[in-house]
């Protein structure tokens, strides 16, 4: 009995197709679906120069409509995306882009200091920056080898 022949089912192919979809859009999205709740803008951090970086896409958002904040250990970017005055008659054929008000939180390393952040806007981009302390930088850890005992 078990080497029967798997009946063809479409659900099970609906089901195959799905998964497919969403890999390639994990793959197109650095490895993580966005989620759909999430109005907020596509971010990237990294270290560099002794600074902690993030950049967030905010393309078509004016950076007077986008608010900034460092308290404790969080960064939060505010902001809204106001729909412009639509044309009658305009019929969408395809439609992504969220309007309205979004919010992102995001944790800091320690030892980031609120006063010490900055940021600025060009093309669309938010980038905020702060430097980082040495106790709280990425090290490189040795491993250490066992020996064998006897």
């Known amino acids: 009995m078990a080497n029967q022949p798997r009946v063809w089912s479409p659900l099970r192919e609906v089901d195959r197709f799905k998964q497919d979809f969403d890999d390639l859009f994990d793959r197109f999205l650095g490895g993580r679906r966005r989620d759909e709740n999430n109005t907020g803008p596509l971010i990237e951090s990294f270290v560099e120069g002794g600074n902690l970086v993030v950049r967030a896409d905010l ?3 004016n950076p007077k409509d986008v608010e900034v ?6 960064l939060t970017i505010r902001g809204k995306r106001e ?17 309205g008000s979004f919010e992102r939180t995001l944790k800091l390393p320690a030892g980031i200091k609120a ?4 940021a600025s806007y060009r093309n669309g981009v938010l980038e905020v920056t702060a430097p980082m302390h040495e106790h709280a930088a990425t090290r490189k850890v040795p491993i250490e080898l066992e020996t064998k005992r006897s």
Request: hydrophobic residues 25%.
């Open 59 to 61: 393309p078509g958002i």
């Open 69 to 74: 904040t460092a308290s404790g250990d969080q």
């Open 83 to 99: 729909r412009e005055e639509e044309k009658k008659g305009r019929d969408f054929i395809h439609r992504e882009v969220l309007y």
């Open 115 to 118: 006063e010490e952040v900055k």
